[in-house]
């Protein structure tokens, strides 16, 4: 069957959209290893800062589709329109992509995936990298303390009130999340 754009449609899957982020980035990476197949939305600024962080020239198993933002339309946002994803997880999420998303902004490959996502109810699952007053991160150059601004802060609490959105803050909780919305489309 076709989706009517002239793809076969497969079964729907997971969709997992990457932002610029090394918030536990490896982490991530490493848990869509785990996981198999599934379409990676990939950012711009994502593919900009993957190796940075990993060696890897391919870093993401064969069963994974890779979609880069190279369009200013975003076109293959329009696979959520027919059915292609059961899931969308951004993750981890930057304060930019988070704060776009709470504004309504679509101009990004990721923010406009969050979108389309939630128009066509699909659930949302998103690791907000700003949850907490003070945390560390690894960047390029090792481990820094950042100290989220109160906006930043606020962005995350809004994002908890969207419809079918899951806000998670850290990498327990991300696995937990995605895991349970995989048992509950199996079943």
């Known amino acids: 069957m076709t989706d009517g754009e002239g793809e076969e449609r497969p079964a729907p899957r997971l969709a997992w959209a990457l932002t610029g982020s090394g918030h ?10 785990r ?29 994974v589709r890779l979609i880069k933002d190279t369009s200013a339309s975003a076109a293959p946002v329009g696979r959520f329109y027919n059915g292609w994803y059961h899931t969308l997880v951004v993750a981890p999420a930057t304060s930019n992509t988070v704060a776009k998303c709470v504004a309504g902004i679509s101009d990004t490959l990721v923010s406009n995936v969050f979108a389309q996502a939630g128009k066509c109810r699909v659930p949302a699952i998103v690791y907000a990298c700003d949850t907490k007053p ?3 991160t690894l960047a390029p150059g090792g481990m820094v303390r950042l100290w989220p601004r109160r ?11 969207f419809e079918a959105t899951t806000v998670v803050e850290d990498m327990a ?6 895991l349970a919305r ?4 199996v079943a």
């Open 35 to 63: 996981l198999g197949a599934m379409d990676v939305f990939l950012s711009k600024a994502a593919a900009e800062v993957i190796f940075l962080y990993t060696k890897e020239r391919e870093p993401f198993p064969d069963s």
């Open 182 to 185: 995989l048992a509950e489309v």
């Open 24 to 33: 536990d980035f490896l982490e991530c990476l490493e848990l869509m290893r």
């Open 173 to 178: 909780e991300l696995e937990r999340a995605v």
């Open 151 to 161: 906006i930043d802060l606020e962005n995350t609490d809004r994002l908890r009130a």
């Open 134 to 136: 003070v945390h560390d």
